[in-house]
């Protein structure tokens, strides 16, 4: 048996794992990225409004627009005044008539318009305790508020006055007792929101908390021929709810109902994202059914919602400062002190208050990506501090500012740190916050970067930790005295897409030592390896069986670095890690037969996460597996999941390719393995490669799985599917152009061309080498022959095993070698 049998790869392609998310239909689908929790929508005609809470940023209330339920555009600010913080508003049209019911410091406030674009009243207050205010209009024709805890209370006709006690008309649904919400007895219930449809009342309520657990918040459903009761609990209870930890959405909750004009029906709620809390509650959609008997329940086969087009969708967040007023995307904090701003050809000036960020002057955007790199210009004022922040509250914000003299770099509040500033009372500042992990920088002329602080970890600045519901946000400061004027703030998503690549990073192993190794190339045909072609990782210093095989990389839509390894030595009696040729009995369990795969994970392809993985110790059911090779990751758009794919088998039968999900830390299996693909004559499958391509043909995402097949020797085939998971079409050609065995298939695209690579290990030569083949369409394919022997070369190494290809950027490209030309390691 020649070498492995174990491989892997991968299309690692960020940005083809981005359009699948852009094209395939998803649910959820997330409609606003960011802070914009507990969503209120109405519909005018083809017309959507929508509003969310806004808490102490103001000005608040801010009311988006939609035709297509999925590109919103923001149009107004609906308040002004802060008289405390603002949560789960009511947007409701009464004859004519826009109101936004709303709680705060304790009451109930409305706010009203004759347009929705504005002009907006100032707040009225409602004598009516209680929180979340969700408007009806009665069977009697009289309007009424509801709020938390099931009550109900008159409203005048001009809804501008609470008119008579309420009353408690709704007890909640009663969810499991073992469920885990944030408990302390308390059902929270909290957030109605009611409409009436063919002779019923529905009201959907939250209940279980709004944060805290995973699987705290939910919607649920009930119904009544009045707005006073009695109300019948929905059997479909909860209609959203956050099951798992493992779901890439936590504490689904506080949804609203809505019809589009063609009749289909959605609901609209917020979550947070699994490992993001810093980002705030963001609004999310699932397509409902309404049954036979009158019940609305989430709908599998809805019809697939339009991309998000960026032109339309979404608010700008850069701002050059050109303008005379403060721009839509920017809140300040606690306050509304528009006369503290001044504006002209210098940028936006903004007074001074306090001393630190915790008493400062802010003015805030709403981030929305899960990395971003915020960048201005500040020029200082006469006994001026001014900074670039990441700010969540008074205690706990992160960032950097400086007063001319010194930079003061926050880590989590109070903890700081200075050092000397050469840059005075002008200077640039930059902060990238990759993954809740954020380095800072200045310059002083925006061109040239001083790292100042690297690594500060902001992951726990949220409301788990701290209360209040808010977000973690990119803040400009402004303390001291005087004013400190900002020039060009930018906000850009900092995950590098195809256009912002410029190198092609290739790892593998090589049997000699079962090291990790890595090459670079600058133009996707001549690479050089790293380290002097030494390893990069040396494998037994990683895995449990101190060797590595099969290598595969993959970025993911985090931005971060997926690395996946077979945990394999297939030569470590001979170099005396083991006394037997194989962990168990080769006869029983067959060649290599390893149980286990290393996980690694990075930001910066330097610094790494690591964690061994044994299936055989998941279930008893895998306790006997023969094998367990050639690990690749890849994103399921459809799951929002990481997805590990690798080959197996049970004992010494055939191999065939499996799937498990992994979270995003990838440091822990979140299902138990399923099949992904099998040959159907009974042969091994090993080694397979996932590159989704959209077909403009058949405008939908295609799946094409390389894998080996062990049938006449070794080779490489390809299946298609229209999802990830499964249900591969067979195509009995072979794709590679060897006269001789060959395996681990690998996919990459040329940067900026329509051209893939398929990338393929010669086992059956030796020395070993990697044979490639090249196309445009994934049906004809070009010989570019083998490593050094077509156009395809090697500078400094030979014999690589079982590769993978993804894409760098030039600064992610420098930075490797830079490194490993100082490292020199052995």
């Known amino acids: 048996m020649n070498s492995t049998r174990i491989s892997k790869l991968i299309l690692s392609l960020l940005f083809l794992c981005l359009a699948t998310t852009g094209r395939a239909q998803t649910f959820p689908r997330l409609l606003l990225g960011g802070d914009y929790p507990d969503p209120s929508i109405i519909r005018e005609g083809k017309d959507f409004y929508m509003t969310n809470s806004s808490f102490n940023y103001a000005p608040g209330l801010l009311v988006w627009h939609s035709t297509d339920l999925v590109n919103w555009t923001p149009i107004a600010r609906a308040l002004h005044a802060l008289d405390g913080s603002v949560y789960a508003p009511d947007l409701v049209k009464y004859k004519g008539r826009y109101y936004i019911y709303y709680p705060a410091a304790g009451a109930n406030y409305v706010v009203y318009a004759d347009n929705i674009r504005g002009p907006w009243s100032q707040p009225v207050k409602l004598d009516l305790t209680g929180i979340d205010p969700g408007h009806v209009v009665g069977e009697d024709g009289k309007r009424y508020l509801y709020v938390d805890k099931g009550a109900i209370a008159p409203l005048s006709d001009d809804g501008l006055k609470v008119t008579g006690p309420k009353k408690t008309v709704y007890e909640g649904w009663q969810f499991p007792k073992e469920w885990k919400t944030e408990g302390n007895g308390d059902m929270f219930l909290e957030g109605p929101k009611l409409l009436h449809k063919d002779g019923y009342y529905y009201m959907v309520s939250a209940e279980g908390g709004t944060a805290g657990p995973a699987t705290s918040h939910m919607v649920v459903v009930a119904r009544s021929k009045s707005v006073f009761g009695p109300w019948e609990n929905s059997p479909y209870n909860p209609l959203v709810h956050t099951y798992s930890a493992s779901d890439p959405w936590w504490s689904k909750g506080h949804g609203t109902l809505i019809d589009d004009a063609e009749g289909n029906w959605w609901v609209v709620y917020h979550a947070y994202a699994q490992g993001y809390h810093t980002l705030g509650r963001q609004t999310l959609i699932d397509p409902v059914e309404w049954t036979a008997d009158g019940w609305v329940k989430l709908r599998h086969d809805a019809r697939p919602l339009p991309a998000q087009a960026p032109e339309k969708h979404g608010l700008e967040l850069s701002d050059d400062f050109t303008g005379k007023q ?233 931005g971060g670095f997926y690395l996946a390894m077979t945990d394999l030595h297939i030569y470590a009696q001979r170099d005396g890690y083991r006394d037997t040729e194989w962990e168990r009995d080769g006869k029983t369990y067959g060649w290599g037969n390893n149980r ?231």
């Open 326 to 558: 403060l721009g839509l995307q920017w809140t300040f904090w606690k306050e509304y002190a528009p006369e503290s701003l001044s504006f002209g050809k210098d940028g936006m000036s903004v007074k001074a208050k306090g001393k630190t960020p915790a008493d400062g002057r802010l003015l805030m955007v709403t981030a929305t990506d899960k990395n971003y790199e915020l960048t201005t210009e500040i020029a200082l004022g006469k006994g001026n501090t001014g900074g670039l922040l990441l700010f969540y509250d008074e205690k706990a914000y992160a960032g950097v500012a400086s007063d001319g003299k010194t930079f003061t770099i926050y880590r989590n509040g109070e903890k700081t740190e200075t050092m000397p500033s050469d840059y005075h009372k002008h200077f640039h500042l930059r902060l990238l916050n990759r993954a809740n992990r954020v380095t800072l920088s200045a310059s002083k002329d925006g061109k040239s970067w001083k790292e100042l602080a690297t690594d500060i970890d902001v992951s726990g600045l949220h409301h788990n930790n701290y209360g209040g519901f808010y977000a973690l946000r990119p803040a400009l400061l402004s303390a001291g005295k005087g004013r400190t004027t900002f020039r060009n703030f930018t906000y850009r998503d900092a995950t590098p897409q195809e256009k912002d690549m410029a190198a092609y990073l290739m790892v593998f192993h090589q049997d000699e030592d079962h090291c990790l190794h890595a090459a670079i190339s600058r133009d996707g045909y001549t690479f050089t390896a790293l380290n002097d072609g030494k390893p990069i990782i040396a494998g037994d210093t990683i895995a449990d069986q101190k060797g590595i095989r099969d290598p595969h990389i993959y970025r993911g839509p985090d």
């Open 596 to 826: 286990g795969l290393v996980l690694m994970k990075s930001f910066d392809l330097i610094h790494w996460t690591r964690t061994n993985i044994r299936f055989d110790q998941m279930s008893k059911e895998f306790a006997q597996i023969g094998c367990a090779w050639a690990p690749e990751t890849v994103y399921d758009p459809v799951t929002g999941r990481m997805m590990i794919y690798f080959t197996m088998r049970f004992g010494t039968e055939q191999n065939r390719l499996y799937y498990v999900y992994v979270n995003q830390d990838f440091n822990r299996i979140e299902s138990i393995p399923q099949i992904l693909f099998e040959y159907p004559s009974g042969a091994s499958a090993i080694d397979g490669d996932i590159t989704p391509i959209w077909n403009e043909e058949r405008q939908k995402m295609e799946y094409h799985l390389f894998y080996v097949a062990h049938e006449s020797g070794s080779g490489i085939k390809q299946a298609v599917s229209d999802r990830i998971d499964g249900g591969y079409r067979f195509d009995p050609r072979w794709i590679d152009f060897e006269p001789v065995a060959c395996e681990a298939p690998n996919v990459w695209k040329r940067i900026g061309e329509d051209k893939w690579v398929l990338m393929y290990d010669i086992f059956g030569i030796n020395p070993h080498n990697f044979g490639f083949v090249e196309t445009s369409d994934f049906v004809h394919f070009k010989n570019l022959g083998r490593f050094n022997e077509g156009v395809m070369k090697t500078t400094n190494f030979r014999s690589p095993k079982h590769g993978a290809v993804i894409h760098l950027t030039q600064e992610e490209a420098d930075r490797l070698e830079n490194y490993w030309n100082g490292k020199k390691q052995k």
